[in-house]
């Protein structure tokens, strides 16, 4: 199959179609389960306020042993670096070049034959306890794609986003985005559903898999800003060449790099999200899920 790099996508001869959805060879799917577990659990103890609360407990059982000296040392580490995450500008660093690597997407390069929006915006759980969609976050990603659905009429419009919990409660992303994209203008009949990856890496398989670009189609991908070079580089890898529509912006630019904040929950939110997606890059590329630690634009 042109532009498959079996690295990344064993799928071809693997893959089953079960009415209607695409589902993986159960090898291949134990693979993704490894992958998503580590994620989850390895993943989640090293994000910095995880990682920061688990510092400050190790350093107050510490305190109570012979070790107490070290522990109040790691005590005072913990506060500062808490600090510095909080208040700083270091949020804002991290951001930036994540944010900034792509640049907004340029209309005159021609009409897109489809337009592919992630997941991440809908709190499964709470939707599911209210029986209603809850957007916590990254609304943008919903969004624009109206706009582009109204501006490009003839483009195909794929959802993606099924469980990300470590424990799956049934609720799927995609059962409650979709009334939201038809609530703004988004007809049923042009959405293409994929309701069953779990991750950036499940989206682009599942999604390929599922619409099948023929070479020379033109694919818009829609995600947060920050989001961006992880999704682009997991799609590259997949074989399947889409463009960057970055929406969902955490900073207004250069100008914030080095602005300090009065508010805590603001600076942890910046930095949590910025560490989160380096230790993604990072780990993807590990894993040759991607060619490159920070991809960026294509060249022409």
């Known amino acids: 199959m042109p532009g498959l790099d079996r690295t990344i996508d064993p799928l071809p001869r693997r893959f089953l179609m079960t009415r209607g959805q695409v589902k993986p060879h159960p090898i291949t799917q134990a693979r993704f389960l490894l992958f998503f577990v580590l994620s989850k659990t390895l993943g989640?103890?090293?994000?910095?306020i995880n990682?920061?609360?688990?510092?400050?407990i190790i350093s107050v059982v510490l305190m109570a042993t012979r070790f107490a000296g070290l522990g109040r040392k790691l005590a005072a580490?913990?506060?500062?670096?808490?600090?510095?995450?909080?208040?700083?500008?270091?949020?804002?660093?991290?951001?930036?070049?994540?944010?900034s690597r792509f640049p907004p997407w340029d209309p005159a390069r021609g009409a897109p034959d489809g337009i592919i929006v992630l997941g991440g915006s809908v709190d499964?759980?709470?939707?599911?306890?209210?029986?209603?969609?809850?957007?916590?976050?990254?609304?943008?990603?919903?969004l624009a794609p109206a706009e582009l659905a109204r501006r490009y009429p003839n483009a195909r419009i794929v959802f993606t986003g099924g469980s990300a919990n470590l424990i799956s409660t049934g609720a799927r992303e995609?059962?409650?985005s979709v009334p939201i994209l038809e609530s703004i203008g988004i007809p049923r009949e042009r959405l293409i559903v994929e309701r069953d990856s779990r991750n950036t890496y499940e989206n682009a398989i599942f999604t390929k898999?599922?619409?099948a670009p023929k070479p020379g189609q033109r694919w818009l991908l829609v995600t947060s800003a920050y989001h961006m070079p992880r999704s682009?580089?997991?799609?590259?890898?997949?074989g399947f060449d889409v463009q960057a529509y970055p929406v969902d912006w955490r900073m207004g630019g250069r100008d914030d790099l080095f602005s300090f904040t009065n508010v805590s929950a603001d600076g942890?939110?910046?930095?949590?999200?910025?560490?989160?997606?380096?230790?993604?890059?990072?780990?993807?590329?590990?894993?040759?899920?991607?060619?490159?630690?920070?991809?960026?634009?294509?060249k022409d």
């Open 44 to 48: 989640a103890a090293v994000l910095p």
């Open 51 to 56: 990682l920061l609360v688990e510092l400050g």
């Open 77 to 99: 580490t913990t506060l500062v670096l808490l600090a510095l995450a909080a208040f700083s500008p270091l949020g804002n660093l991290l951001l930036y070049p994540l944010e």
């Open 124 to 142: 499964t759980d709470l939707s599911a306890a209210h029986r209603t969609p809850v957007v916590t976050h990254g609304a943008d990603r919903l």
């Open 174 to 176: 995609a059962d409650y």
């Open 209 to 211: 898999r599922l619409v």
């Open 232 to 238: 682009i580089g997991i799609f590259r890898k997949a």
């Open 268 to 298: 942890l939110g910046r930095t949590e999200v910025a560490m989160r997606e380096w230790i993604g890059l990072v780990a993807y590329r590990l894993m040759g899920r991607t060619s490159e630690l920070l991809p960026g634009p294509a």
